[in-house]
C-alpha cells in the first residue's frame, strides 16, 4: 500500500460501525458515514478533473466535511493544500498563484480557477455536488508511489515569500506509524481534537493517529476551554498547543477527578514553559508530553511515553530518524553544546514546491534538513531547544516570520523602520510585538486596522513600541536580541 489513504481504507473496513467522529452541536459519524462521503466527494473531485498529481486547495473552516475532503484528496491521488482561514485575500492570490491548484474549495467561489464553497446555501457547493452523486458508483483509490507527493503545506519564508513544504505518502505513512507506536495507541483510546486542521498539528500529527487505527475523535471545530473542560473525562489523549494548556489552568473546575480518564496530554507547535508544566502536574496530576515537529518534517522527537518527561526539553527523536545538533557546516558538535539542529529520516519532506534552490539550501547533500532551530543533544540523545536561528516568532502555535509583517509596517507613510519581536506571554507562548521609529504614533489597534486587509489577525501585532532608533551592531545589523531582552516583562501581570 503506497497511497497512505489505503491504509487508512483498511483500518476503517475493520469498524464501519464504529464511531468515528463525535461531534458537539450535529449527530455523530461512524465510520461507514466517514468513508461513504469521502467517496462522494472523491467522485465529485474526479468529475472535477482532479487527477493524480493535482492540487487541491482547501481554505475552509474546520468540519468533518473538511477532514473527508482532506481524505477524498489522497483517496484520487491529489495533493491537498490547506489553508489557513485567517489569511486575506491578498495573501490567498499568492498561494493560488504560486501551486496552480486544480480546484479551489473555500468561503467564496473563487474567479479565476474550478472553485467550490463547501457548504452553505446557494449554487456551487461541494455538498450539493456530491449529494448527486452515488456513492454506490465506487471511485478506487488510486495507486501511488511511495514519494509521490499528497500534501504541500505553506510555511512562511524569512524574506516574506511563503515556502510550499511537499509532504509524500511515505512522509505521512511513516510518522503515523512511529507516533502510534511512540504514543502507545490503544484500541480504546479517544482523541480530543480542538486543533485547527490546516495546520500540521491537528491533521497530520493528531488526526492521523486516531484514523490509522480506527479510534474516535471527539471533534470540536475550535478550541473552546469550557467545552474542552467538560470533554475531558470522555477522552483518553488530549494534543494542543500551550495556549490550551494556560487557558485550562485558568479553568476552576480543573482537577485530577476531571482528568481521570486521561492517558496522556501531549504538547506542540510551540516552547511549553516549565512553570506550565509545573502547574499542570500540580492541578490533574499529569506530566504533559512535550515533542518537536514542523511543516517539513510532522515530528521529529518525543519526551517518553513511560520514563522521564523533563520540562524544558523536547525528548529523543523517534524510531528510524536522526537529529544532530551541527556547526553550520553541518559538522555535529559536542554533545551539550548549542548548535542547529539537523533531523535525517523517512519523515522528512522532499523540498520546496518550485523552489529547488531553497531546497538545496535546506536539505544537505547527506539528507540532513536544517531546521533553524537552535538546540542541544545531551549524551543519551535527549535535545532541548533553546532558541531560533531564524527569528520566528510562534504565537499561539503559528508561526509569524517577522520580515512579512515588517515589509507592511515599512510601506506605512509615517513608520520610518520597523523591527517585529516575539516576547514571552502566558496565554499564546509568544506575543508579535512591532518595535518602530515613526513621525507619527498610532496606537495598537489603530496599527493594526491598517493591517487588517492584508495581514492575518494571528500574525498582527498584540504591543507597538515606540523608540528614536533601533539598536544596531557595527555591520548595521538589528540587534533584534537586545530589542527581546530590553522588553521581555512586557507582558508579565499584564
Known amino acids: 500500500m503506497?497511497?497512505?489513504?489505503?491504509?487508512?481504507?483498511?483500518?476503517?473496513?475493520?469498524?464501519?460501525?464504529?464511531?468515528?467522529?463525535?461531534?458537539?452541536?450535529?449527530?455523530?459519524?461512524?465510520?461507514?458515514?466517514?468513508?461513504?462521503?469521502?467517496?462522494?466527494?472523491?467522485?465529485?473531485?474526479?468529475?472535477?478533473?482532479?487527477?493524480?498529481?493535482?492540487?487541491?486547495?482547501?481554505?475552509?473552516?474546520?468540519?468533518?466535511?473538511?477532514?473527508?475532503?482532506?481524505?477524498a484528496t489522497l483517496k484520487v491521488g491529489g495533493v491537498y493544500v490547506p489553508l489557513n482561514t485567517a489569511y486575506t485575500v491578498a495573501e490567498l492570490d499568492y498561494f493560488v498563484d504560486d501551486a496552480q491548484p486544480r480546484l479551489f474549495v473555500g468561503t467564496d467561489i473563487r474567479v479565476g480557477v474550478s472553485?467550490?464553497?463547501?457548504?452553505?446555501?446557494?449554487?456551487?457547493?461541494?455538498?450539493?455536488?456530491?449529494?448527486?452523486?452515488?456513492?454506490?458508483?465506487?471511485i478506487e483509490t488510486v495507486d501511488r508511489q511511495t514519494q509521490d507527493l499528497a500534501a504541500i503545506l505553506y510555511t512562511s519564508g524569512t524574506t516574506g515569500r511563503s515556502k510550499g513544504a511537499m509532504l509524500t505518502h511515505s512522509n505521512l505513512a511513516s510518522n503515523a506509524?512511529?507516533?502510534?507506536?511512540?504514543?502507545?495507541?490503544?484500541?480504546?483510546?479517544v482523541l480530543l481534537n480542538a486543533l485547527p486542521i490546516f495546520h500540521v498539528h491537528?491533521?497530520?500529527?493528531?488526526?492521523?493517529?486516531?484514523?490509522?487505527?480506527?479510534?474516535?475523535?471527539?471533534?470540536?471545530?475550535?478550541?473552546?476551554?469550557?467545552?474542552?473542560?467538560?470533554?475531558l473525562p470522555d477522552c483518553t489523549v488530549l494534543m494542543g498547543v500551550p495556549t490550551f494548556y494556560t487557558r485550562l489552568l485558568q479553568q476552576p473546575e480543573l482537577s485530577r477527578e476531571q482528568t481521570r480518564n486521561?492517558?496522556?496530554?501531549?504538547?506542540?507547535?510551540?516552547?511549553?514553559?516549565?512553570?506550565?508544566?509545573?502547574?499542570?502536574?500540580?492541578?490533574?496530576?499529569?506530566?504533559?508530553?512535550?515533542?518537536?515537529?514542523?511543516?517539513?518534517?510532522i515530528i521529529n522527537t518525543s519526551n517518553p511515553l513511560v520514563g522521564d518527561r523533563v520540562p524544558g526539553t523536547v525528548g529523543f527523536p523517534l524510531p528510524n530518524q536522526e537529529v544532530r545538533v551541527a556547526d553550520a557546516e553541518g559538522v555535529e558538535v559536542p554533545r551539550g553544546d548549542v548548535g542547529t539542529i539537523e533531523v535525517r529520516g523517512p519523515n522528512v519532506f522532499s523540498g520546496y514546491w518550485q523552489q529547488p534552490d531553497k531546497t538545496a539550501q535546506e536539505i544537505r547533500p547527506d539528507g540532513f534538513f536544517i531546521t533553524g532551530d537552535l538546540g542541544t543533544q545531551e549524551p543519551d540523545g535527549r535535545v532541548a531547544i533553546v532558541g531560533r536561528a531564524k527569528d520566528l516568532v510562534i504565537s499561539g502555535g503559528y508561526n509569524v516570520y517577522p520580515k512579512e509583517v515588517e515589509r507592511l509596517l515599512d510601506e506605512m507613510p509615517d513608520i520610518v523602520e520597523s523591527a517585529v519581536i516575539g516576547v514571552p506571554h502566558d496565554d499564546?507562548?509568544?506575543?508579535?510585538?512591532?518595535?518602530?521609529?515613526?513621525?507619527?504614533?498610532?496606537?495598537?489597534?489603530?496599527?493594526?486596522?491598517?493591517?487588517?486587509d492584508q495581514l492575518a489577525r494571528f500574525k498582527q501585532p498584540k504591543a507597538v513600541i515606540y523608540v528614536d532608533e533601533l539598536p544596531r551592531n557595527t555591520m548595521g545589523k538589528v540587534q533584534k536580541n537586545?530589542?527581546?531582552?530590553?522588553?521581555?516583562?512586557?507582558?508579565?501581570?499584564?
Open 2 to 71: 503506497t497511497n497512505f489513504y489505503q491504509s487508512l481504507e483498511t483500518a476503517f473496513g475493520s469498524r464501519l460501525d464504529a464511531p468515528a467522529l463525535i461531534l458537539k452541536d450535529r449527530p455523530d459519524w461512524n465510520f461507514q458515514q466517514l468513508v461513504s462521503v469521502v467517496d462522494r466527494f472523491a467522485a465529485v473531485l474526479c468529475a472535477q478533473g482532479v487527477a493524480a498529481g493535482d492540487r487541491v486547495m482547501a481554505q475552509v473552516e474546520k468540519s468533518p466535511e473538511n477532514l473527508a475532503l482532506y481524505l
Open 115 to 138: 472553485s467550490f464553497t463547501l457548504d452553505g446555501n446557494g449554487q456551487g457547493t461541494l455538498l450539493e455536488a456530491a449529494a448527486e452523486v452515488s456513492a454506490s458508483d465506487g
Open 177 to 189: 506509524r512511529s507516533l502510534s507506536e511512540y504514543w502507545g495507541w490503544q484500541d480504546d483510546d
Open 202 to 231: 491537528g491533521l497530520f500529527i493528531a488526526s492521523h493517529c486516531a484514523l490509522l487505527n480506527a479510534t474516535p475523535m471527539i471533534f470540536h471545530s475550535k478550541f473552546v476551554a469550557e467545552d474542552v473542560l467538560a470533554a
Open 262 to 297: 486521561v492517558r496522556v496530554f501531549v504538547c506542540g507547535s510551540a516552547p511549553l514553559t516549565e512553570q506550565t508544566f509545573a502547574a499542570w502536574e500540580q492541578a490533574t496530576g499529569h506530566k504533559i508530553l512535550e515533542r518537536y515537529g514542523m511543516s517539513e518534517t
Open 428 to 452: 499564546f507562548g509568544e506575543a508579535v510585538v512591532a518595535v518602530l521609529v515613526a513621525a507619527k504614533q498610532l496606537d495598537v489597534d489603530a496599527l493594526n486596522s491598517a493591517l487588517a
Open 482 to 494: 537586545v530589542l527581546r531582552d530590553q522588553h521581555k516583562d512586557l507582558f508579565v501581570d499584564a
